[in-house]
């Protein structure tokens, strides 16, 4: 066990794609940003300068931060953001995890340049549960944007309207030859032939799921979201925004002569706009000695060796993977379902409209504003952090414990949606003792069409016990929950049309953020955050923060 100390200088550089240039927050000018290397059970120490205009603060996304929720990082929840010229060091162990996670800005939407690789290894002397890899690679997606994605943002805010998508998705920073003026920013991945490679992939776009796949190559799924599963085979998988997945790749026996196309394309769901061009990067053999890849193909043989993947709206295929994802559940990595539930809770999560502001025109449906709930309260943000409020008995103004168990009122959700789709405001939590055990229902609405959702939930994993499409029917869908061996994770995509069931003990003091991470969704306030009190024994208590927390 040891401590693992970084240095995080956020400053500002200038990165050129696709013949665009901006000037871009970055940590220590590394696009993507420096990759962090712990073991299960190591401290890991960062301290975080600020060297730039704007409020920044880093969320270690998947971290469990048990009894360390002063170090998780969203901006007004757990802390107030780094001021220009400050700094903070978060300081969290890492307890029962091993595989990827990843780290990324938690404030606005600065997440889109400021992210990169958690890559946890097992105790030491302690084997992977599949053969050992030979090599193991951070494969990192992301979205780049000509534009400032901060003028965006505020634009689309400001006018009510849809925010305008990516210019392109990224492989490590990279788009790849099929965007204009991008071939020479291709990632590259050099393998050996009769080798395993471990690939530790990391979706950290921002308003986008996507699928990927590696031609003519089978992937082995292993590891969620820093938690083992049983593995299996498949040669095509879908990642949501933050989702992590580990996979073991197979090169082929002898050098092939041919190079082979990796890619990732979106899976979307209900939006009207949104971007469906490929990122693709090359995956080549080698020789030892020789500086050309053997046999590199140009870009008008790609058909030949570019991975096909499923059309942009397959929700079949994206139910029939997640399905196949189970915990290992077995004497070494034990699935703790609970087995028992102390407090139910029905969510809807979905789009909505807000009333446009007397003095603007606002280009959402019929006038209105773009909006996003849980069970129709809108979050707004508050002007100081939820934790600090709780831990010193200043909830009083900054929010309100009455957060909604269920929908306030009932409709076809995958149905026809109701006349008035008008959500209310409210920065609302829901308050659980010290180790309730939980039952979530997420619900999936159309209003606006059905759209998948990948909800993240901080400071827990929790386990997937069961999905389905239309309607959730307490009387008859519990009664198919798998309570064996669910996958365990921390970011589960709410099915377009449909729900999903997910259990989590409460068994860590502080106050958790939970989200869609499209960050678009969280714009428009499809979040919520869950209080968990101290229970009574000293090693159940979140302890006092650390003294250099920034204040708002
Ligand atoms: Cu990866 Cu609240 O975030």
Known sequence: RITRHYKFDIQMRNVTRLCHTRNILTVNGQFPGPKII?????????????????????????????????????????????????????????VGQRGTLFWHAHISWLRSTLYGPIVILPKRGVPYPFAKPYKSVPIIFGEWFNVDPEAIITQALQTGAGPNVSDAF???????????????????????????????????????????????????????????VKPFDTDILLITPGQTTNVLLKTKPHYPNATFFMSARPYATGRGAFDNTTTIGILEYQKPNSSHPSNAIGIKD??????????????????????????????KFPANVPQTVDRRFFFTVG??????????????????KFSASINNVSYVQPTTALLQAHFFGQSNGV?????????????????????????????????????????????????????????????YNFFVIGQGFGNYNPNKDPSNFNLI????????GVPAGGWVAIRFQADNPGVWFMHCHLEVHTSWGLKMAWVVLDGKLPNQKLPPPPSDLPQC
Not at 201 to 207: Q, R, T
Not at 315 to 320: E, G, S
Not at 351 to 368: A, D, E, M
Request: with cysteine; hydrophobic share 35%.
């Open 38 to 94: 712990a073991r299960e059970g190591d401290r890991v120490v960062v301290k975080v300068v600020n060297h730039v205009a704007n409020n920044v603060t880093l969320h270690w996304h998947g971290v469990r931060q048990l009894r360390s929720g002063w170090a998780d990082g969203p901006a007004y929840v757990t802390q107030c953001p780094i001021q220009t010229g400050q700094s903070f060091v978060y300081n969290f162990t890492i």
């Open 302 to 331: 790609l058909p030949l060796f570019r991975p096909s993947l499923p059309g942009f709206n397959d929700t079949t295929f994206a139910a029939n993977y997640t399905r196949r994802l189970r915990s290992l559940a077995n004497a």
């Open 170 to 228: 990224t492989i490590n920073g990279l788009p790849g030859p099929l965007y204009n003026c991008s071939a020479k920013d291709t990632f590259r991945l050099s393998v050996e032939p009769g080798k395993t490679y471990l690939l530790r992939l990391i979706n950290a776009a921002l308003n986008d799921e996507l699928f990927f796949s590696i031609a003519n190559h089978t992937l082995t799924i292993v590891d969620v979201d820093a938690i083992y």
């Open 485 to 492: 061996d669910p996958v365990e994770r921390n970011t589960v």
């Open 399 to 459: 929010y309100s414990t009455n957060f909604p168990t269920k929908p306030p009122f009932p409709f076809n959700y995958t149905g026809t949606p109701p006349n008035n789709t008008m959500v209310s405001n409210g920065t609302k939590v829901v308050v659980l003792p010290f180790n309730t055990t939980v039952e979530l229902v997420l619900q999936d609405t159309s209003i606006q069409g059905a759209e998948s959702h990948p909800l993240h939930l901080h400071g």
């Open 351 to 368: 789009l909505g409209t807000q009333p446009c502001p007397n003095n603007q025109t606002c280009q959402g449906p019929n006038g209105t």
